[in-house]
Structure formats: C-alpha cells, structure tokens
C-alpha cells in the first residue's frame, strides 16, 4: 500500500511537469488505474495536491485532453472530500470563468462539476458561504490563461430578468436582475454604510432616515439584497433594541427601515412580473435601440475634459459651489476635484447632437467591478426574509409596546415575501441551501414559540395593569403571526416531524386561550390542526378540555332555558341536561341536579311524553345516578329520597294518591331499579348508600301511598332486578326484611302481588343467600310450595322437618362448578358418532350402566359447543327433563344412576343457548322438578352441585343479560359461551358456579373528559374558568358590561370567579372592549404617554384583523364603525401642536389613521373620509394642512436638532396620509363625499406648491422634503380636474406654478447633468417629476382656454445665465427616453405622446430633435421597433408616431409650411425627400412591416411573465404609503375614453397615457398560474425560460442554479402594444392607403392581428371576475387584463372597418372570416351581469359598439362574402344574441353610442338578408342558412325577447325629435324589422294601438 502511495504521489506531481507529453503520460496513468480498479476514487479523493494540478492543468499555454480532465473532475466532484477540496483551492471561481473559454460541449461537463460543488451533505451552509465569498486563490493557477483584466466579465452579466427557480423545488423566486452600479451609486451606497456602521448614534439616525426617505426612493429595492452591506448593518442594529441610553430608538429607525424595504421589494417583484414592462434591454447599456441606425453617433468625441456633472449623483442649484465628499444626502454633489457642474464652461458639456449618446460616459465606471465576486455575495430574496425574520423575532420580547407593534409590521410585510419567495416544499428539498434555509427557519419558530410562552406564562396577579396589559397584547399579535407563518410555509401533515417542542408547547397555550378562540376563530382552527398533529397528549388534553368548555356551555343554556317561562323544547332540555354533566367536576354547580331530577320526574309523570323523550331523559336520570363524582351521586340520591318522600311520606296520606305518586315514576324503571339495587347500595360511601336504600324502603312499604297503577308498574319494573335485590335480604334489616316480605307475599293476593313463578324463582335463590337465616326461612317457604304442589303425595321426597332440617345448607358447596366451554374450528367427533351415543343414553332396550357411560360420553363431548345443535336436535332436553320426572316418582331409584351425567348435559346445553335458558326459567314445574331432585340427592355433592349450577343459570338469567342493562341495548346478542353475571351477584350470594363478572362498575357510568391532573394545569382552569363566565353571562358583551356594573351578585362559586388578569384578558382581547377602554384612556389621559399607548394599542388591534385576514371586515373594522371614535380624536387633529411632545404624539395619531385608511381602501367608510376632509377644509386654524409648511417663525425655532427631526416625521406622515386619502377616492361613489374632495385636492395642491419652494429655498434642495412632495404631488395630479376648485387662483395659474416648479427641477436633477442616465442618485425626483408632468400635460389641455401653452414647456439651452438664451424647445425630454428606468422612459414618452397631441406639440418637438440623427421621426420608429424594449415603451412611442401621421403633410417641399413630415437625406445620391415620400422610405428602410410581423408573432396574453403563489395576507401595510405609483405602472386607466363619446383615434395616446395610482401596488393577495395559451410556440418557450441570458445564481443557492447556459433573447409583446399598433396603422392606411394595404398583404398583418383575438379567453376573465377562486389573481389584475383586451379589441375592430374601406380583400378571406365572425359574436355575447366596477362595464360598451360598427360596415362593403357566417354565427347563439339586442337598444340615455349602433347593425342585417332572399328566389341551388324571419318567427321560446326588442326600439324613437339620429336609426331599423317578422308585426300593432290609446287619453 506504502508502495501504491508513493506511485500516486509522484504521478501527481508529474501532473504539474512543464513538459505536456509527461503530464500526458501522468494523466493517462491514472486513468487506466481508476478504469482497472488499481486505484480506488476513494483514495484518490483524499489528495489535495491532485485537485491542484488537475486545476492548474488548464494554465499551461498548451492545454490537451482538457475533456478527460474535466470528466476526472467531474467523476470524483461525487465524493465530499474532493468537493471540500476544490471549494477551499476556489474551484468555483475558477471553472465559472474556466466556462466562458471552453467549448460548448466542455461547458456541460463544467456545468456538472459545478453542480456537484453545490451539493455538500457534511458541510455546514454558513460556512460554505463564507467560503465561496472569500475564494482564496493559488497564485500559480490563475496565470497563464486568463487575461489579467477582467473585461470578459462582460460575459457573465446577468440577463435583465428576475429569477424563478424552476430546478429548486423549495424556491418561488431566488434573485432578481444583477444591476450595475456608477461609481458615485457606489460610493453613495458605501458612504450610508460606513455611517451605519458608526458609533455616533445621531449619525446613525440621520443615515436611516435618509436611506428612508432618499436612497431607497432612487435606488432600486433589489440593490440592497446585490450589495447587502446596508441590510446587514441594519439587521446588526436591531440588536439594540434591549439596549438603555435611547439605543433602542435606532433599533425601532432600523425596523423602519427594513419594513420600507420589504415594501419595496414586492413592488419590484410586482414590477418584474409585469409583462408590459418585460425587457431584454441590457441595463448596463440602457440605450436606444435607435442608435443602432445612426452609426456615427457613437463615434463622436467627447470633450477631453467633461464636466464631473454627467456622473454627480444631485445637481446642486443655480450659484452654489460647496462640494463635500459624502454620500448622506447634505449635500448634492459627489466628490469633486473640478468644481460644481453650474461652473463647467458650456463646450465642456457633451455635444447636444445626440442627447441618447450621453449612456456611454459611465461605462467604465460600471466595468470597474468585479461582478462575479459580487454577485457571489448577494443575497437571494429568500436568505433576505429569513434573515429578517431571525433577526427581528427576539425583538418581540421588548418590554416595550411600540418596538413590538413596529417589529410586527415589519414581519408581516416580510412574510408577505417570504409567501412570494420559498415554497413549503422547501421541508421535502435536502439541497444544501434549503437545508440552511430549514434550520434558520426552525430557529425562528422556536424563537415565535419561546416568545409566545415568555408572554403567556410572564403574566402573574402581582404584576401592574400596565404589564399585564403589554403582555397580552403581545401575546395575541404575536400568536396571530405564528400561525399565519406556519400555514404559509408548513403544510400540517409535516408539523409532526418538524416543528420544535417550543412552538408546539405555544401552540398548545394558544389552543387553550378562550378569548383568542372567540375574537379568531379561524386561527384557532388553524393552531388546533397544527396540534393535533403535533403532541398526542397536549391534543388529548386540548380535545378534553374543548368538551368540558361545550358541557359548561350546555350547562348554563340548560340553566337558562329550563328557568323561563311558557313551553320548553324538553328534549332540546334533555340534550342540553346530558352534555352538562360532563362538566361537573369542575364547576361543581349543584341546583344544577335538582333541575335536571325535576325535569326527569316531569317528563315521566306526563301522559304526553314520547318514548324518545321519556328514553333519553331516563339516560340522562341514570347517569346521575352514577356519576363518577360522589359528590353528584350524593345531591342525586339525596334528591331523588327529597322526591320519594314528598310522594310517599306518611305525612301526605291526606292527599290524593293518584296527583303525588306520579312524581316517583322516573324511579319505576329496571334499569333504574337496577342502578339503585346493584351500585348505590353498595356505594362504600354512606350518604349514597343510605340513601338508595331509604328510597327502596319507601317504594317497597308504599303500596298504600300508591294507585294500583303506580305499585303495578313498580311490580313489573321491580321483577327483572330481584335476583339483585335478594342479595340484601336479611330478616335483621328494614330493607332486607321488606324484600323478604314481598317474597313471602301470599300467592293468592292476586293483583299487585309477585307473580308465582317469579315467587317461586325469589324463594329458590334464597337458598343461595350467604345469610343461614334467610335460607331456612327459604326452606320453610319452599316446603310449603312443594306440600301445595299437584301430585305432591306421589312425587319424592316426602317433605318432612327432617329432611329440612339436612339441608339448610344445601346449595353452600366447597368446589364450584367451572362454567365454560370450548369453542373449537374443527370437530373432533363425527356427527354420526354422537348420534349413536345419544341412542344408545336413550335406549330402553339396553343396559342402565351401558346407558350412564354413553351419558358420560356425551357430557364429555358437549363440551363443544359445536355438538349441541346435534342433540338439540334430538330432544335432549326433553329427555332429560323426563327422566328427571321419573326420577322423583316413587319408582325413580331404577334411573337414578343416569342423573347425574343427566344433569351435567343439561347444564351444558343449557349454557350454551340463552334462549332455551330463558324459555326454561319461566317453567315452575320445572324449577320444582329440580330442587325435588336436589332433595333427594341432597348427600350427594356432585348431584347437588349440578342442580345448583342449573338454577344459577335459571334463577339469575335476567341479570346475566348485559345488553338488556345497558343504555343503548345492542341489536347483536351477546357470545353464547360466556354466562356472566354482575359482580353485586356473586358478592351477595354463595354461588356452587364460577362465573365471569360484569358491571364491576355502572354501565351508565360516564367518563369525565378531564382528569384531576389536567383541571391542575393552568392553562386549562383558566379557560373553563372563562368559559363558564362566558357561557354564563351569554358572551363577552354580557360579561364585559356585568364586570363594570357596580352590583355585582354572587351567583355561583368562588373558584369560577373571573380573576383580575381573566378580567384584562377579555377585555383586551375582545377587540370592541379593547377599542372602547383605548378611547376611554385617551378621553381620560392626563399626558401625551397615556394618549401615545392607547393610539399604540390601537394599532395592535388593527394589525390582528390584518394577521387573522380579515382586513376591514375583522373585528377592529366592524368595531370601529359603531364607535364614535372620531370625537375622541378630533382635539388633536383641530388644535395646533404646542411643543414637541405635542407634534411627536400627532405623528402617532396621524400615523394610526394612515393605517386605518389603507385597511380600508377597498371598502372606505364615507363617514370616516367626510370626517377627515371637513377637518382638512377648516377654517384657520387648519393643523393638517398648515402643518406641511412650517412659517418662517417655525423655520427660525428649529434650533434642536430633536425638534426638526419632529417637523420632518410630522411632514412626512401629513404627506403619507394625504396620499392614501387621494388613494381612498377611487371607488366613492358620495356626492357629499366626493365634492368636498374636488376643494380638498385644489387646496392640497397649493400647499404641496409651497412646499416645492423651488426657486428660493434657503437650503437649496432638502433632498427628502422633494421627494416627499413629489410623491405628493404625483398622487394629487393623478386625479383630473384636481386644479379646478380654488376660490382664488384659476386652474390654469395654478398648473402653470405647477410647471415651472418641476422643469426647473427636472432641469437641476438631469437636464444640468447631461442626463445622467445611468445613475440612481436622483432616480426618485427624475420619476415622480416626469410623472406629475405627464399628468400635468392632461390637465393643461383640460383647463387651458387656447393651445398657445406649449411655449411654457420650453427650456432655455445651457446655463441660467443671460447670455445663453438660446431656447431648445423640448429637447430636455428626449434624454428621458433613455434612461436606465424603463419606468421613466415609459413616462418621459408618455409625455411625448400627450404633448403632441397638439400640433404646436409636434411641431415643438420635432424642432427639439433636429441634432439628433434620424430626427424625431426615426428616433420614435427605432423605439417602437426595438425587440429588446418592454411594451410599454414601445406603446407610448406608437402613440407619438399616430400623433404625428394626424396632421396632414405634404408630399414635396413647401416654403414656410409648419409640418413637413419626416425628412430623409441619401448622402450618396444627394436627394432629400420630405412628408409622405420620407414617412415610406423610413418605414421601408426600417422594414417596419415586417417588425410588425415578429411583434404580433410574440405577442403574449398572460396576466404575469411568472407567477408567484402569493400569500393571502393582505398586503397593505405601513410601508406602502410610500408610494402606490412604483407598482409598474400596472393599472393606468383611461377612463374618459371610455365615455359614450367616440374619440377621434388620433387623441387616443393622449388619453391612453394617463397615469393613475395603482390600486394594487401595495397587495399581493394568491395569484393563480395564467390559464392563457400562447399563439405560436415560442410563446410557450418564453413561459418557461424564466432564467434570462448569462443569468449566475447566489453562490449559496443549490445545485442546477448556477451558470445556466445563455438563452435567446425574448420579446415580449402585449395587447397595450398591439392596441397601439393598431391606431398607428389606421392612422398609416389614411395617409397612403394603397402603399399600406398591400404592405398589410405582404406581412400577412391583418390575419395575424385576428388571429389574437380571443373571446374564450376574455369570458374566462371575466368569470373570474364573478366569482374569484381562492387562489386567484387580485380583482384589480383581472379588471386590468380584461380592459386590455377590450381596448385591443376597440382598436382592430376600428382597424378593420379602415381596411374595409381601403380594400375589403384584406379582411373577407374565409379562413379569417369565419373565426373573426364567431370570436366578435363570442365577445358581444359575454355576459356582464355581475360585473360591479363601472369602468370595466364601460369599456364593454366601448368594445362593443366598435364591434357592432365592424359588423355593419362588414354587411355594407361585403355582404355577400360576409352575411353567411354572420347569420350562421347568430344562430348558434340566438337567444343570447337577442337579449343582448334588447339590452344594448335599451342603453339610448345612458350610452347612446352604443344603441346607436346595435340598432344600425340590426338593420342593415334585415336589409342585406332582404336582397339576398329576393336573390335567392331565381336560385334553386342556394345554400341553407338560416334567416331572421325564421329565427324572430318560429322560435316559440324567443317570443318574450322580440316583444322587448319592440318594445326598446319604440322607445328610442318615441319623444325624439326629428332631427335625432337616434329617432331616425330606430325608425329604419323597426321598418325592416316589420318587413321580416310576422310577430314583429303583431306586436308593433299591439303596442301602436296602446300608444295611440294613451296619446287620446292624455289629449
């Protein structure tokens, strides 16, 4: 072996030899060896050095057998130690950029090697990550291949797109986009960092409020997870939130800080999904795609010494030149050595040639990074929330109120997330990173679980109020969290094996927690499921403890409902009655039995009483009886003795008998007769005992107190348990001597006395009474019996005193008889064998002892049980019983020998068949037969012993019989082999058999649900403790109001007495009671501390209706609605704050009802918002609003740095409200509440104009005042006509402040810095300025008097100075079409596309792009045709260019004429062209037709690029004020197209780029996967590469998500575009409408365009829209979805009528005819019934009175091609058709529009059928369709709907006036349908007749 090692060493060095043939020969050694088994992979695997060399192989300059190395790799990466190795010598690195220089089949094997590096079972996660960050190198590996530089990194740069792990079962969503960072980003980033990480704790606050309110509004959210040192410096300051000296404020400004960005993460993931924004764009390079037609653009050279400007992360204004090297936000300017940019000469400034050009000056910047190492070092989205959650959850164990309710907040946006993020199959994953990620995660719900117990089990009765009240608090929020958790990530039947020993013990605190079971009953279910899997014996206690709260409930409703007055449901009582006694043994509430025994006595003293009743409440009388509890057992007997006294006492025989003996019937039952005999005179205990044998007493001397019925039905009940009750006879006792008596009775008393065989069954078991008293008087009385008996002088024996006097012990016998039998499978003996037997026992002929052995045989065999069917069928018994008779007659000596084996048969038999035995026991004579026999073998043991056995099983077969005792009596009978009998039996009487015994116990004895031990448990004595209150008092409101009354009466027990912590328990749990103690605290308070508590605990109540998903319908949202809790609030929202405590405890109260409104956004209360806005619209003082601009007195007072931090939260929080208040309006409908908002927006709008303070701002920009304003300012604008309410100031004036105020922003922050496209310092002000312009734009347009505005928008060229003035229009705008933020290029362009809506804006704009190469014109072309763009864009771009086509140009060049229309200049020929020619050629030279082709090839109709299974958490949260704009954008409307005023198509995009506040962007509620199909199979290749190019996964991620191979392109097109793509091309065919039609030919565009259309899909929608599912989209995503497609609809419909006009062959193909026919028929005939918003109804009708117009210009340009299909495609669907008719016809008052056009269609349809009916006469071959006449005429079922359709027709032409359109089109249209239909007629005539009757009358 010695040997073998030292030849592997040295083949391993000569690995590394210089020469190649050696290390070829090395290498081709080992191989062979492995290959022949000389060599093991196991002891290779241990040599480091190996792994070296095989490394290092590949830095040689020749590199052969590169795949033999690489498969070696591959082969041993399989075993751990060589993964340990290659990690620690940093393969990882090594192979990844190995990769890019390989081959591409090279690049599988490295793929798998790489694999097998992100498999390590025994390495730990945390520690693998620390190495893969570090990636020590060896020098001599890393030479020789690579380059030094590192430029072909490029390669590795991840694709534009989010990660969604398709190989990692345990992820949703990894990682996002990689995005690159300029140098300032950088040092911004690394500054806030190095601040966070200080020791100076103001600058600590100062970076977290700036990373708030600046960095993370530029800064995309993802950023923080690439470069994660700002997250983990936050995550580290959580940790002083148990620290003094106010540290626990950072920790609360860190909380912030990360719920901020939790927010924002999952508006970029909402961003990332939306397919309007999907983009291949690389984002390093964010250029547009125009560039690409214009090549000299990017040679131009920039000055030698451009101004540091261009990459200054804020422009400073105007003058000012302070530089100051960080990044916090104080200053504006980066790090400079050249002076502020206002001070850059002007020709220092990139050439104005091309403002798209300026992208290029940062990419050295952006290269300047090693992007691997990086990208090795984020975070994935997953590590980020488990991260949060580890760091955050100890928190919640702060004795501090505002830490806990803020921690919550953030942990619940976090789980939002991590539902977004990890999948529950993440248990079933056993990669290394779902491994890491399942320990961090158990550590975190056993922390939930430790604190939930800290909080439950901290409460003690010495502790303050204050104390009790946080930790209940806490306890049910953070409970509420647990278990939203644990059902997001853990499915239950997991829970068992996972869930560590701390939760499960929380879980079970929480199962046993009344008041949260109450106030949650859904989470209460959830943590039951959760349990029961968890811990069987916790379970079982939950499950006890659940039926004794149910008996305690049932107690007090029985209690309840048995005290009132008038008729009683008894059987519902006796329910109730039977459940309560499972509870007594905790509450111990004793009237409770005498109601019950009362209304037991009242049932069965009733004649009206069902079997079923009297049945039931006798069970329920029995179980009383023998209740477990002694002390039940003692109030029951001793009640029922109360009762049997009152009926039988002596002291009442003056009374009626019949009315008081009624009252015992509940006692005269055998069962209970039995209870009473067998158990409560034996109960050890002697208050039960003696009172069960007083009643017996009473029963048995009460004959004369009782009616004959009543002693009768006591006889007969008594009889069954006699052989019971003769065990107590005694001739000492009362009792026993009364049972003696009734034996005794005389035979011949006839009525009421024993029956005789029954007597003479008591006198015979006597003789087994233990007592020798009993058994002579026994003897005596049977002596008497046999000397009576018929025959007795021939019969033996004589009865005589001396054979009495031998046999008072007769029965008493010294070995028992054994009563069982075998019950063997097989037999022994041959039938035929037992059969000779017995005929040889029963023979006459032979021989007696012959005889006596075959009896003894056949005893012997009867012991199986198998036989007796066999002699039963041969009379045995018979027989028997015969020779029995011969026996005792004076000749029966000669038998006697055949007895005894006689006997034993008979005992056997009879054994065996309860049935015979039963017959038998009735028999007398028989009974006396046998006792005769008994007499006279009475020296004979073994005779005497068989006959006792014989009369035990006679005399005792009643009581032998379980089933006949028990409380529901089997249908099956018992075992025939086993005789038992009760245990009292055989205790009381000296029996000659062994017997097995039953009823050791009560068989109606119940079982208690909870032990002693459990009732110790705290948990579950508090919660009967409470239970009992609440059921009790009949709920919490009951409860809580008989707490706070001042008389309290004592009306049950001390012990289930509420205690003072039960008391605070309810009352903060219950949510109304909590909220009304929160007001009254606040009404009471005497300082801001007590106010700032309750406003806290206020809070908690909302977060729970949030974590227990209810939202506004929770307890909180329906409490709150019936308090009048805005009185209590008003005095600190109408009074001026006076100091600083006074603004801090606004911020709280502001804060809370900024919560509240988002809570409620989906369901605004109106009286909540008319409160706030008439605070808002107050007359002086007006705190809310004049609170946003501090006077000059409060700029001067801010001194304290505490004071100024107050204003700016206090601001900040105003803003924050003011925003989701805008928000709230979307879906109010009051017109009170609706026009106190219109004033509300215009005063806003002034103040946050003030706030602007652009021009004299004494600190310049405060970076967070801008951008909070313009958030502000972005939110207000949205709303139209938010300028038009102002007393004072015109609407105008207003929007021109508006105006100058943000160019002059939009001039410092981008204009000034040449763009300064690619970085994000700024990124926040450059998108919510351009967004307000845009929405600025519309409401100019709306409140301007002229168009002559558009000049305002012009910016002056260079500085402010006075010497450049010369003016450049609107080329500030086009550097915004390239930015890196698609969102800003979707603005900016959006812009573009409102501006040119007018001319001047054309023409402006135009002018503005004159430097630029290809000009306006090509620059829009380019933009819309660039595949990498996302739709959006590419949509406002179309819009720009249909704008443009508007105004007519001309086709040659015009001197002075203002519109020439695109230019075109051949530099090679000279010529020029100019106006349409130019529009053709660019259009030809940019193969725009065939770009059209791809894009509808790509379009894609899903509602997301990737779906997530969201939580059901709604999303809303504090975080989300921040904005509701960032969510991509999503749902931007365009309402006002939607009106019943047809737009012009070239005032579309103007209208279509409204931008609105996203009614979504801060929820997330489950999405469910797109049900779309894609068109053409590359659709379905984009839905499932969701990996984007060059894409690198985290380092700590697993295996098969690293470094996936490059994958194409996508181009993602969607119905937005292609709407816009339509009016463009409509806008095309009326400028040249021969050129584009055969271009449409040529590209096959219009078939495509058709061929998208889709009204499967669309019904789909909008039956989700009806009934969502519970893992649906959000209403608001399908809503936005289904007016997408409607709006494409619109625009193909209006499309397809131009190409009508132009040349009807483009669309009358049959093979797009026909499923344009049937797909515009699907659509018409949706049915919208249910749909509730109102703007999607009106886009329905939008859509379909364009459809109805298509149809008919369809009829009139091709009717013949076109009638057919229409018809047929009617047909199929006529009766929805027809009721859709009479709808859309009835709509003429509120959509004219609409009606206008149903109504031409239908008759232009009656008019071409007409002709082609007329035609069709001369045709004898023509076609079958079917026609209107038929389909109005002979469908019997649509008769209801022709006569509406006259009926809505006649409506719009009656009350019209002639010169109505309306009047006119329903005039033509009912005059052909009167010419087609003979019903039509009829009922035109009826309702003409009707109308004509009605107009004399009113005459």
Known sequence: MERDDAVL??????????????????????????????????????????????????????????????????RLVKYPPAVQHLIDLGAVEFLSKLRCNVEPNLQAEIDGILDGLFILPSVDAASYQTKQTEMPQQPEILIGYFPKDKSNLQQMEVSPRPMVNQTVKCLKFSTFPWLPLTTTDRHVLSSNESSLRSSNHTLIWNTCELLKDVIMQDFPAEIFLQRPKIVQSLLSLLKLAFGGDGRHRLALQSVSCLQQLCTYLRNRLNFHRDPGFFSSKEDTVSQNSSLSYCHEVRVIHHSQNPSLGSSSPRPSVVGRTGQRPRGDGQDWDAVSSSGSSSHAPVNSRISVHSPLDVVHIDLPELEAEDTLELQFQQLSLPQFCVSVLQSAVPLLRTGSRQMIIRVLELLAEDMILIGEAISADIWDDNSLFAVDMKEKLLMVLRSLGDTICYHKSGVSQDQPELVLVHHRMAFVSVSLFAVRVLQMLLPVEKASHLLPEPMSAALFLVSLDMPVSLEYPNIHEAVVAYLEQLNSENYSIYKQTAEAVYSIECTCNFLSDVGKEGEKNLLELVELADQALRSFSYHQHFPLIKEMICMCSKICKSAQASPLLQGESQKVFLRMLSHPLLQVKIETYNCCLEITKECLGVYNVTKPVSSLCNGIHFLLHPKVLYEISAFGIQEPKNEVNAAAKAILLYLLQGRLMMTAVTWNKFIESLCPVIPVLQGYADTEDPLGNSILLLTKGNPEAGEGALPCTTRLKSMLRLLFVRKPLVRSLALKLLACHLTREEGADTKRPLIDARILSRVTNLFIVKKPIELTLDDRRELIIRLETVEKVYKIFT??????????????????????????????????????????????????????????????????????????????????????????????????????????????????????????????????????????????????????????GHHAVSPYSIVLPLSTDCLALKPVSDMLRIAWNLSWYHGSENLLKQMNSESKIQEFSDTLQLTTEDTLTLKMTHTASGLKDCLHSIVEAAAHREVRAAVTRMSFYLLNDRLSLKGGSGPFGVTLKSLSWHTTLNRFLQVLPACTEDEKLLIDIIHFLNKLLKEQRKNSSVELLN???????????????????????????????????????????????????????????????????????????????QCLRVTDAPHFYGLPSLERTLRGMAHLTASPGWSSHSPLTKPFEICVKYLSGLLEVITSFYVERGGNAMSFMGKGVTKNTVLCLLHLSHEMMAQAQSSEWMSLWFLPLGSHSEGHATPQGLAWLIPLWVDRDPEVRFTSLGLGSALTTLETGCVAL?????????????????????????????????????????IPMPSVIIKDYTWQGPCVHDEDSGLSLIGKPALQALLYHCHFYEHLNQMIKHCYLGRYTFDLNFSALDGTSEGSDLNGLDDSFKFWRAPSRMSNQDQDPSSLSTLETMVTPSSGSTEFPPFGPSSVSL??????????????????????????????????????????????????????????????????????????????????????????????????????????????????????????????????????????????????????TICTKDVLDVELISAFYHTWTHLFNLLATLLRKAATASLSSIMMGLAKHWATVIDMLCTCVSLSTTCPTLSTASLQFLSILLTEEAKRHLQDKNKTNSCHTPSMASLLDKTQENQKSLERLNEVILQCYEGKSSKDVLKRVAANTLMSLLAVSRRAQRQALKDFTYLFERQRGSA
């Open 9 to 74: 060493t040295g083949l391993i060095r000569k690995l590394g030899h210089q020469l190649a043939e050696i290390r070829e020969r090395a290498l081709r050694s080992i191989l062979c060896k492995l290959e022949l088994g000389l060599l093991g992979c196991e002891d290779v695997v241990q040599d480091q050095p190996l792994f070296l060399r095989l490394l290092a192989w590949f830095n040689f300059p020749t590199v052969p057998m590169k795949e033999e190395v690489l498969s070696l790799l591959n």
């Open 843 to 996: 023979s006459d002929d032979i021989d007696l002892v012959l005889r006596k052995s075959a009896a003894e045989q056949l005893a012997v065999i009867m012991q199986d049980i198998k036989m007796h069917a066999v002699v039963k069928k041969l009379h045995l018994v018979d027989t028997i019983i015969e020779y029995l008779n011969e026996c005792v007659g004076q000749d029966g000596e000669l038998i006697e020998c055949l007895i005894l084996p006689s006997l034993t048969l008979f005992r056997k038999v009879l054994c065996a068949d309860p049935v015979m035995r039963l017959a038998l026991s009735q028999q007398a004579s028989l009974l006396t037969l046998l006792f005769r026999v008994s007499l006279i073998f009475h020296e004979n043991c073994a005779v005497v012993t068989e006959v006792g056995a014989l009369f035990c099983l006679l005399l005792f077969d009643e009581v032998s019989r379980m089933d006949m005792w028990s409380v529901n009596p089997s249908n099956k009978p018992s075992s025939p082999s086993v005789f038992s009998l009760p245990v009292s039996v055989f205790r009381r009487y000296h029996l000659p058999v062994r017997v097995v």
């Open 1171 to 1249: 409160w706030l806005l008439e605070l808002l619209l107050r007359h002086s003082p007006n705190p809310l609003l004049d609170l946003l601009v501090l006077t000059e007195s409060q700029a001067r007072e801010e001194t304290d740095d505490i004071q100024t931090a107050v204003r700016q939260q206090l601001q900040k929080e105003l803003i924050a409200l003011f925003n989701t208040l805008l928000l709230s309006f979307m879906a109010v409908t009051d017109r009170k509440c609706l026009e106190l908002f219109y004033v509300f927006q215009t005063q806003l709008s002034l103040k946050l104009l």
């Open 1406 to 1446: 135009a002018n503005s792009c004159q430097n630029i190469s290809g000009g306006l014109w090509g620059t829009v072309v380019n933009i819309l045709l660039d595949q990498s763009e996302c739709s959006m864009v590419r949509r406002e771009a179309a819009f720009i260019l249909q704008n443009l086509l508007v």
């Open 1575 to 1724: 068109p053409e199979a590359s659709h379905d290749q984009f839905a499932a590469q969701v990996i984007g190019p060059h894409e690198t996964a985290s380092a700590q991620l697993p295996r098969d998500t690293s470094l996936p191979a490059p994958l194409p392109k996508q181009c993602v097109v969607t119905p937005p575009l292609l709407s816009a793509v339509c009016s463009l091309l409509d806008g095309l065919l009326v400028i040249a409408p021969g050129d584009t039609a055969r271009a449409f030919r040529q590209a096959r565009l219009i078939e495509l365009l058709c061929s998208i259309m889709d009204a499967t899909l669309l019904e789909s929608c909008v039956q989700e829209l009806k009934g969502p599912l519970p893992l649906s989209s959000p209403v608001e995503h399908t809503q936005a979805q289904v007016s997408f497609l409607l709006e494409y609809l619109s625009s193909l419909s209006r499309l397809l009528q131009s190409c009508l006009l132009v040349d009807p062959d483009l669309v009358i193909e049959d093979e797009l005819l026909k499923p344009l026919v049937t797909n515009i028929i699907g659509v018409l």
